[in-house]
């Protein structure tokens, strides 16, 4: 007898209300094989499980937390006894960008340091503001504000010149570590050439220590295993949505007036977009740090409109001048009708 040869399927598959009945099956050099009919059974869920079903947390039922993320994310290591685990946390909504410096507490996060993409109007940045380009100034403007903050941004400087190659901020000797985080992207994609990436790209050239590799980023190629840093550095500065709008211009005019409207209303030009993404980066780490709103001393129009509750004078009156009115139509309506009669 030869060797036994795998031989698929063993089993054919069923999904019918069937017995299991063993039935021999031969197969090449006669070797019986006894396979058995799964049949399909239906999930009960009746007391037993309801008592037993344990609730989930909530805003794992609403959708907002990775909680298996998130455990590795908050739990430090018991040797470093009371000193937090700070998390690099990217947020993308339909306008805005939210980039945040966080730690874990039993009560709850605590954020100590924050930065917006609606900030970047202040530097020279009025439209585009959760693009690439934009993901990238956000992060540089954290960074720098977190550095400034903590009395760093002298000794950790990070990039001058903006090339988009891969950087990894080193320690410094006889100073104080560089802040080190952990990229935080809740339940956002990370799929390579996300967004959240530029956002990072621009924490870590601001001066941060935040773990990475380049394998995410715009320009890296899985199948060569090479990474392309000219196609990063477009991004960084906006060249993808330049190409795309000179592009758009010679194709189709009208379509370009409408999705680019903004761009054109700020005078804003293909040719013009390095230049002002320059501008900012530079603006941004000449000041970073956050301004004070100013309290809005103006009136402000009324939230609610309460009906003023008439009196009883006011009640009577209302009610006798709608009976006069319905009297008026009703009359009107009757004299309408005896002209038509006397027409006919």
């Known amino acids: ?32 094989i006894i396979c058995f009919k799964m049949g399909f059974v239906k999930v009960v869920k009746n007391k037993a499980y309801f008592k037993r079903f ?84 956000t992060g ?85 295993n090479e990474f392309n840093a000219e196609v990063h550095r477009n991004h960084i500065f906006g060249q993808h949505v330049a190409k795309y709008m000179t592009e758009l211009k010679e194709e189709d005019e009208e379509a370009y007036q409408k999705q680019f409207s903004l761009y054109i209303k700020n005078g804003i030009e293909p040719d013009q977009m390095e230049e002002m993404y320059k501008k900012a980066h530079a603006a941004i780490r000449a000041d970073p740090v956050a301004k004070a709103k100013t309290p809005y001393k103006g009136e402000l129009p009324p939230k609610r409109y309460n009906p003023k509750k008439l009196t009883l004078q006011e009640r009577k009156a209302r009610v006798e001048q709608k009976k006069a009115e319905f009297l008026k139509q009703h009359q009107q309506e009757g004299d309408d009708d005896d002209d038509e009669d006397d027409e006919e």
Request: aromatic letters at 12%; a positive charge; one cysteine or more.
């Open 54 to 137: 344990q609730v989930k947390f909530k805003r794992r039922r609403e959708g907002k937390t990775d909680y298996y993320a998130r455990k590795r994310l908050v739990t430090q290591d018991k040797n470093k006894y009371n000193t937090p685990k700070y998390r690099f946390v990217v947020r993308f909504s339909n306008k805005d960008i939210v980039c945040q410096v966080a730690y874990a507490k039993i009560e709850g996060d605590v954020i100590i340091c924050a930065a917006y993409s609606h900030e970047l109007q202040r530097y020279g940045i009025k439209v585009g503001l959760t693009n690439y380009a934009a993901a990238y100034c």
């Open 140 to 224: 540089l403007l954290l960074a720098r504000r977190m550095l400034t903050k903590l009395n760093l941004h002298e000794i950790y400087s990070g990039v001058d010149e903006v090339t988009g190659e891969e950087y990894n901020v080193e320690c410094v000797d006889n100073a104080p570590g560089a802040f080190r985080a952990f990229l935080d992207v809740g339940l956002a994609r990370t799929s390579t050439g996300a967004k959240i990436f530029g956002a990072l790209k621009g924490a870590v050239d601001g001066g941060m220590d935040i773990p990475h590799s380049v394998k995410r980023f715009p320009g890296y190629d899985s199948e060569t």
């Open 1 to 32: 007898m030869g060797p036994i040869r795998p031989y698929a399927p063993l089993c054919p598959s069923s999904t019918e209300f069937v017995s299991l009945q063993p039935k021999l099956l031969y197969r090449p050099y006669n070797i019986p």
